[in-house]
């Protein structure tokens, strides 16, 4: 017979540790993953707790997949959503630690093994907890991003890559949406009186169809090589009262190219918009 499991997955730090050795999973994929990972130990998982904040960019709709399949999530949130949604360090950990051991006190006798995803040598104590009740733990983490505390109770740092979809590592090359990209900003800043830099990046990843892991790559890259600039624009409606906005070089000679002949009414919108930084 399987064991009984309950797993506990620290989603933002494997799902970065996957996308820094180039597994850019979909919420379906890491789904998959997890029932992969499960079959792979013959154990029955009872019942999953996700922890992450879903306030960020590449996880929204996706606390939506993860409830229709059966995982609990836990939305924690940041102190301030419209200027860092990472304010609340540890608050994820915190979060997770304390259900474990909440289960551990009270459903002593519902599983046979723990199941913690992370790399975060943080939870070492809650492990030492874990074993101290007499239950099995297992950590699973992804090599390179798992804390030498947590090395011991794994059963191979390359579980989780050897287990995911090959398709799913793909090498992003920003230059192949450059030009697109470019397109789509200017239209943006001609139909709209500024473009936020979160909205921008959630339109291009629309269009181009591309996930926003490598649209903040494509973005990046823009950075890097004078292609656009960021600013701060006022703005009195906003709780903050500002936001980032990305603003063209226009006298870079590939804006110059893809624009044409709308250089002028966008360097017309830029003059008053630059009223607003004085």
Not at 10 to 38: C, H, M, P, Q
């Amino acid at each position: 017979m399987d064991l009984k499991a309950v797993a506990y997955i620290d989603y933002e730090n494997i799902w970065r540790g996957l996308v820094e050795r180039g597994y850019k999973l979909t919420t379906e994929e890491f789904i998959e993953l997890i029932e992969r990972y499960a079959n792979s130990i013959k154990v029955d998982i009872k019942a999953v707790y996700l922890y992450a904040n879903f306030d960020i960019e590449e996880f929204w709709r996706s606390q939506t997949v993860f409830e229709k399949k059966g995982f609990y999530t836990r939305h924690v949130y940041g102190k301030n959503n419209y200027a860092n949604t990472e304010i609340r360090r540890n608050a994820a950990d915190l979060e997770l630690m304390m259900e474990a051991q909440e289960t551990l006190l009270h459903r002593f006798s519902s599983f046979d093994l723990f199941l913690i995803f992370t790399g975060d040598g943080d939870f070492f104590p809650l492990v030492r907890k874990i074993r101290a009740f007499g239950k099995e733990v297992k950590i699973i983490g992804v090599n390179g991003k798992t804390n030498k505390l947590l090395q011991p109770f794994c059963e191979g740092l390359d579980i989780l890559c050897s287990l995911a979809n090959k398709e799913s590592k793909v090498n992003y090359n920003p230059v192949n949406n450059l030009e697109e990209g470019i397109g789509i900003i200017s239209n943006l800043q001609i139909s709209l009186p500024y473009v936020a830099s979160t909205r921008a990046r959630v339109i291009i990843s629309r269009k181009t169809g591309c996930p926003l892991t490598d649209i903040k790559e494509l973005i990046n890259y823009m950075l890097n090589e004078n292609i656009i600039f960021e600013r701060e624009y006022p703005d009195q409606n906003l709780k903050i009262k500002k936001t980032k906005i990305y603003l063209l070089n226009l006298k870079h000679p590939l804006v110059i190219k893809v624009i044409g002949d709308r250089i002028c009414e966008l360097s017309e919108r830029y003059s008053k918009i630059q009223e607003k930084f004085t």
